[in-house]
Structure formats: structure tokens, C-alpha cells
């Protein structure tokens, strides 16, 4: 059964439809790329889930089959967050001066319950609660093995460009979602890197995550999807494996033209 179902969702700003009756799934424990041209909808679809926006037309259903099934699309993004969706975005949010593990603390902040007098008076709860949280943050920083735990004193702006989008993924881990929604991960990054990224990231699907992921480097979604759904224009326009998707003519005319498509 599927952790989220969105049916029929549309958006319109202005007179620009950015999404056209989109109907698509995403299966537990699975690594969905989601890929077209600049201008398809894809962002829109990611601010859509994660509560940034609200559709004009459709739902989008969270664990609709669970135990506690939720229809989110009038939620604001932090209960979002709360019912366990969690995202990155194309461009960098770190807070650049803090340290890395203090970038991971700051996303757990969701899921604490002292309060500001408990911080200032440093009560017995904050302090046990400040202790489990550093060391959820290491439990966190160790998933991606040697690069982030011995750099977690560091501050975010001194850590290489790839470890700061790793760190922008270990940040949305630490909201404990179910679902995690990574826009443009791999954006800057080299081949070499790219490649132990989609390492990284089939390690977080086997630890239990499910990923929505969109992506414009086609080795990236080659190697790293379990399933591809390619959009156009705000329309789905093809759904399959990379290679089914790939070969899809609209996927050929989408991103070539029509003369392509009957060269």
C-alpha cells in the first residue's frame, strides 16, 4: 500500500497552470525520482506535499492505509513535518556559522518538549533532554560513515560542498520522517561524488527511509531509482523504470523537441 497517494492535484498562479491533474504514488521504502524540464511542476509538486503551498484541486493522502491516515493538503509545514515528511531544497539552508552537529540539533526541534523557562533555568528535563538530542545528532552524522562525524565540531560554511548537502539531508533525518523529499540533491556535485552519493542515499532506503527525489543529472537517476515519473508542462507525461521512462517518445520530445522524436 502506498505511504502517499496524490490524486488529481492541481495548481494554478494566475493564469499559469503549474500542476494539471496529477495522480501519482509512492511506495514504502522506495526511491521515486521524480524528473523534467525547468518549468514542468516539479518543485511546485514538492511545495504542494511539504505544505508551502495548497492545491487548488485534489488530495494528497499520507499513509492512507496506516493507522493514522492524514489528508495534508490544507496543512501548514510543520505539521507536515509532524505527521513525517520531511524535505531538502535546491539551495543550501544551513546555518552556515553554526556547527554541523548544531545543524542537525536545530532539526529535531520539532520533537522537543522543554520549554524557554526550562532552557534559561537549565531544569533537570532540559538538560537530560539536550543530552539525548547530541546524541541522536551523532547517531545521525554516523549514517554517512566517515564524512560527517569527524567534522561535527566544525562549522557548516568550513565543510566541502558535498558534505553540506549531505549534511542537509542528515538535518531532515533528524524530524524522523517516514518520507523525505529531496530536491535537486546532487546539484554541484562531480561524477566521483555523485556516485558515492547515490550510495549513500540506497543506504538510507535499506535503513527503512522512503525517498522523493527530483533530479536533473540522468546518471543520478539511473543509478539511484527505484522508479522514474517524468513530468511536462505540469503534466505526468511517462512512469516506469529509467530505462522505460528514458526511451518514452513525450519524455524524448519533452526534453529535445518533436524533430527528434521522428529523426
Same mark, same amino acid.
Request: overall charge positive; aromatic content about 6%; hydrophobic content about 40%.
Given at each position: ?18 500542476? !494539471? ?10 526511491? #521515486? ?115 560527517? *562525524? ?5 562549522? *557548516?560554511? *568550513? ?51 522512503? #525517498? ?19 513530468? !511536462?508542462?505540469?503534466?505526468?507525461? *511517462? ?25
Amino acid at each position: 500500500m502506498p505511504l502517499l497517494q496524490v490524486c488529481r492535484l492541481s495548481k494554478w498562479f494566475g493564469g499559469l497552470k503549474a500542476l !494539471d491533474q496529477i495522480d501519482l504514488h509512492v511506495e514504502p521504502n522506495e526511491i #521515486l525520482s521524480i524528473i523534467g524540464p525547468n518549468g514542468s511542476g516539479k518543485t511546485t509538486l514538492f511545495n504542494l506535499v511539504s505544505g508551502i503551498y495548497q492545491p487548488d484541486e485534489g488530495d494528497i493522502l499520507f499513509n492512507p492505509s496506516g493507522r493514522a491516515p492524514a489528508n495534508i493538503k490544507k496543512m501548514k509545514p510543520h505539521r507536515v513535518t509532524a505527521v513525517g515528511i520531511a524535505r531538502t531544497f535546491q539551495n543550501i539552508r544551513l546555518f552556515a556559522n553554526m556547527s554541523v552537529i548544531e545543524n542537525v540539533m536545530v532539526g529535531m526541534h520539532c520533537r522537543t518538549r522543554s520549554g524557554p523557562l526550562d532552557a534559561v533555568l537549565q531544569t533537570k528535563r532540559a538538560r537530560a533532554e539536550e543530552q539525548n538530542v547530541v546524541e541522536e545528532a551523532k547517531r545521525l552524522l554516523a549514517v554517512f560513515r566517515s564524512q560527517l *562525524a569527524p567534522v561535527m565540531n566544525e562549522p *557548516a560554511k *568550513a565543510i566541502p560542498y558535498a558534505y553540506q548537502k549531505r549534511l542537509e539531508v542528515v538535518r531532515a533525518l533528524a524530524s524522523r520522517p517516514k518520507l523525505v523529499l529531496l530536491d535537486e540533491p546532487s546539484a554541484g556535485m562531480n561524477p566521483h561524488e555523485r556516485r558515492e552519493f547515490i550510495d549513500d542515499l540506497k543506504r538510507l532506503r535499506d535503513m527503512g527511509y522512503t #525517498l522523493m527525489v527530483i533530479e536533473h543529472d540522468m546518471m543520478m537517476v539511473k543509478g539511484l531509482s527505484d522508479r522514474v515519473i517524468a513530468f !511536462d508542462y505540469g503534466r505526468k507525461i *511517462a512512469e516506469g523504470s529509467f530505462e522505460e521512462v528514458r526511451a518514452n517518445e513525450l519524455v524524448i520530445e519533452a526534453y529535445l523537441g518533436k524533430k527528434h522524436v521522428s529523426a
